[in-house]
């Protein structure tokens, strides 16, 4: 079981630039949750992917949004991205609400 | 706003001693409390849960609602326990968000 999967695992933009981040859940898993790390600090709850849709959101603005398929698999993806983005993007994926999270390894994102 | 302190950004004990790293939060409801840890190149996992009253690897922790506090302990550090932890609040009404502390490191000593 390869557990939680993220895609890049580092990636460079530029501001203004767009972004999208990929995740694989844990198999068995069929809730997808994304956090931000800013360094130094704890992950942030961005939002929640449940039956394909958006369950709960974080206080993160419009220019998140996410996606999530018909596998479980999810996306995350920033527009007109800021100097203040660049961060480690972590995706948690459970079995329903309540269930233990289980984290991937993140995806390092840095703006310039 | 519910809020997760860890005031000690690091920690640092020698093998054999005691250890207690500290969590205190801030929330009006009936919070579900955890501790996840990260060891160095490895991801986030989750080490222990209030709700389970579980000892992990030698780790405890109690929930003290008068307090507010969950305290993560070891009665004997050992080398491998160094690493990142977090302690992190899950609001009741809601599923998968988790409120993080900032993290303390604790580092034993040899």
């Known amino acids: 079981d390869a557990g939680v999967t993220q895609s890049p695992t580092h990636l460079i933009k530029t501001r203004g630039q767009q972004v999208t981040l990929r995740c694989s859940p844990k198999?068995?898993?069929?809730?997808v949750s994304w956090y931000q790390q800013a360094l130094g600090q704890g992950p942030q709850f961005i939002f929640q992917?449940?039956?394909?849709?958006?369950?709960q959101r974080g206080n993160f603005p419009d220019r998140f949004s996410g996606h999530q398929f018909p596998n479980y698999s999810s996306e995350l993806n920033v527009n007109a991205l800021l100097l203040g983005d660049s961060a480690l993007y972590l995706c948690?994926?459970?079995?329903?609400?309540?269930?233990?999270?289980?984290f991937g390894n993140g995806t390092r994102l840095t703006v310039t | 706003a519910q809020r997760v302190t860890q005031p000690e950004k690091l920690l640092s004990v020698f093998k054999g001693a005691p250890v207690e790293l500290k969590c205190n939060y801030s929330?009006?409801?009936?919070?579900?409390l955890f501790w996840y840890v990260q060891y160095s190149r490895q991801r986030l996992q989750l080490l222990l849960r209030?709700?389970s009253r579980e000892s992990i690897k030698g780790f405890t922790a109690d929930l003290n609602k008068g307090e507010t506090s969950f305290h993560l302990k070891k009665p004997f550090a050992q080398e491998e326990d160094s690493a990142m932890y977090y302690c992190?609040?899950?609001?009741?009404?809601?599923?998968?968000?988790?409120?993080f502390g900032a993290g303390t490191i604790l580092r034993v000593k040899s």
């Open positions: 948690a994926s459970s079995s329903g609400n309540y269930s233990p999270l289980h």
């Open positions: 198999s068995g898993h069929d809730t």
């Open positions: 992917y449940y039956e394909e849709e958006e369950r």
């Open positions: 929330y009006s409801g009936s919070p579900e």
């Open positions: 209030h709700i």
């Open positions: 992190a609040l899950r609001e009741s009404e809601y599923g998968n968000k988790l409120v």
